[in-house]
């Protein structure tokens, strides 16, 4: 499926809005409920041309009609415009990433956890937050260098007093590898953030 599949029925209802006359046909309803010859003597046009075009506005759900005697009332719909609208934007919406640089996100983020010189202040709950933190205290660990879990606290310690914390997250999320039993630790050239087991909670 491509794309632009899912505005298809959007084009589709906005086609039958752009008739003119039809357009002319929503504004009288949008006043007030007409008759099909009212319509047809505001707008200077056949009874039989406006029942065409309300025909398509009916199929398009715009308006409605209630019988009343001998005649058809048309009335218009207007809450499926305001849903129409409201579903339209929120598809063409484009997602976060795209309206926004993950450096402005990550930007914001420090701006509101960290202190000036770069300490952690406090850690958020959400985990998207949680690991712009992690990934602020994973460029004070040199690609290629192995590390004792002593100089690891060490660093950590320049950022927030819960190092075990943060050494925890680096090793969940896959920012850095540890040998077993607790050995020397070492960045990973590409990180790849798992689950993790909780440590931003």
């Known amino acids: 499926m491509q794309q632009h599949d899912h505005f298809d029925p959007y084009v589709r209802f906005f086609k039958v809005l752009g008739e003119p006359r039809r357009l002319k046909i929503v504004g009288l309803l949008a006043q007030s409920p007409h008759t099909v010859e009212q319509l047809a003597q505001k707008l200077g046009i056949g009874v039989s041309t406006v029942s065409h075009h309300l025909s398509r506005l009916t199929d398009a759900g715009l308006v409605s009609a209630r019988a009343e005697s001998y005649y058809s009332v048309y009335r218009l719909n207007a809450e499926i415009l305001t849903e129409m609208a409201r579903t339209l934007l929120q598809q063409a919406k484009p997602a976060l990433s795209e309206t926004e640089h993950p450096d402005a996100f990550d930007r914001k983020v420090l701006s509101t956890f960290t202190e000036t010189d770069g300490h952690i202040k406090a850690f958020p709950t959400q985990e998207k937050k949680f690991l712009v933190l992690v ?47 607790g050995g020397k630790y070492w960045r990973l050239e590409t990180p790849e953030p798992a689950g993790g087991s909780g440590a931003a909670k």
């Open 135 to 181: 990934r602020h205290v994973l460029k004070a660990f040199e690609p290629g260098v192995r590390y004792t879990e002593k100089r690891v606290n060490q660093i950590l310690s320049n950022y927030n007093d819960d190092t075990a914390r943060l050494r925890r997250a680096l090793i969940d999320y896959k920012y850095m590898a540890r040998e077993g039993g």
